[in-house]
């Protein structure tokens, strides 16, 4: 009964909130910003934010970076207030904020009887990407893979918004057998996979240069795109304007079948790169990318390896 309160109340907050017009949100967000900017310790992961950026980019000027710092500020305020937004928008008014571009390369596969996985980032507007089933047919099932918050409310509350205008949310651990079980039942689908996050060390499989730094990656979706022969797209979310975006439908892979191991994943990593270097700012710079190192995973392993090694001795 709490937790059921406790979500209708913080719905009920957002839902009353996204009523605001959103001019007067990017008002708000640039308030917040130049404040974060009088009161450092107001910024959100203020320290995580300026090492990634001074590692990522180490040619820019300190004046550079302090420019890129408050402009991802700035777009960090307007991403979680166009969030909000989209919590009482029609489909009609989202479509006029975010524009989905090259959707002829999903009914290419569909008219093969094939389905997609799209690879994304958090760049740009990711969370106005759930509106993709407004400009599909309706046969189609759009899904986006997520990760379950621990804070319950948040999660369900995150849910909702993110499933209003019709697509399905699939938790990561579920990822596969949910997939698998609409190719059973003959449905096809596209399925969202924002592939930037940081692994567990026990799941780095793969390690690339991004951004200027070694960097694992997870490869769980390159081998369910293997294991369900599925087409593979780079949905790239770029900003045009505040408050307006597109999302570019690129083709990568129409086929998976004979592909070198990782090079899914490396051809993401490069595509990626590129469109974090073309607008810096609208990537999510607050996010503690590289808290795995390559000096820790060699560590991680070489424990691993003499923990097996006591273990069979034991045995």
């Given at each position: 009964?709490?937790?059921?309160?406790?979500?209708?109340?913080?719905?009920?907050?957002?839902?009353?909130?996204?009523?605001?017009?959103?001019?007067?949100?990017?008002?708000?967000?640039?308030?917040?910003?130049?404040?974060?900017?009088i009161i450092p310790p107001l910024r959100y992961r203020k320290k995580v934010v300026q090492k990634n950026l001074r590692a990522s980019f180490p040619e820019k000027s300190k004046?550079?970076?302090?420019?890129l710092e408050f402009n991802f500020y700035r777009f960090f305020f307007d991403m979680a207030f166009e969030s909000i937004k989209a919590c009482s928008m029609s489909a009609r008014w989202m479509k006029?904020?975010?524009?989905?571009?090259?959707?002829?390369?999903?009914?290419?596969?569909f008219e093969q009887g094939r389905s997609v996985m799209a690879y994304m980032g958090h760049t740009g507007n990711w969370e106005?990407?759930?509106?993709?089933?407004?400009?599909?047919?309706?046969?189609?099932?759009?899904?986006?893979?997520?990760?379950?918050l621990e804070n319950e409310t948040m999660n369900s509350v995150i849910l909702k918004i993110r499933e209003a205008y019709g697509s399905v949310s699939i938790p990561m651990e579920r990822t596969l057998r949910q997939l698998l079980t609409f190719k059973q039942e003959g449905k096809?689908?596209?399925?969202?996979?924002?592939?930037?996050?940081?692994?567990?060390?026990?799941?780095?499989?793969?390690?690339?240069?991004?951004?200027?730094?070694?960097?694992?990656?997870?490869?769980?979706?390159?081998?369910?795109?293997?294991?369900?022969?599925?087409?593979?797209?780079?949905?790239?979310?770029v900003r045009v304007k505040r408050g307006y975006y597109q999302c570019i439908m690129h083709p990568m892979f129409e086929s998976t079948e004979n592909l070198p191991e990782f090079?899914?994943?490396?051809?993401?990593?490069?595509?990626?790169?590129?469109?974090?270097?073309?607008?810096?700012?609208?990537?999510?710079?607050?996010?503690?990318?590289?808290k795995r190192t390559w000096e820790g995973y060699q560590k991680y392993l070489k424990y691993m390896k003499e923990k097996h090694q006591r273990a069979s001795k034991s045995s």
């Open positions: 009964m709490i937790k059921k309160i406790s979500f209708f109340l913080t719905y009920g907050i957002i839902k009353i909130l996204s009523l605001i017009p959103l001019c007067l949100m990017h008002l708000l967000s640039d308030i917040l910003t130049i404040l974060c900017f004046k550079e970076l302090r420019i006029r904020h975010i524009e989905f571009v090259g959707l002829e390369h999903f009914y290419k596969q106005w990407v759930s509106t993709l089933p407004t400009q599909l047919k309706p046969q189609y099932i759009v899904s986006q893979v997520y990760h379950v096809q689908f596209v399925v969202g996979m924002i592939a930037d996050q940081v692994p567990l060390m026990r799941n780095i499989h793969y390690w690339s240069q991004f951004m200027n730094q070694k960097t694992p990656f997870f490869t769980g979706a390159e081998r369910i795109a293997k294991k369900l022969d599925l087409a593979i797209i780079y949905a790239e979310v090079a899914i994943t490396e051809e993401y990593i490069r595509r990626l790169e590129k469109t974090i270097q073309n607008d810096p700012a609208v990537w999510l710079w607050s996010h503690n990318r590289w």
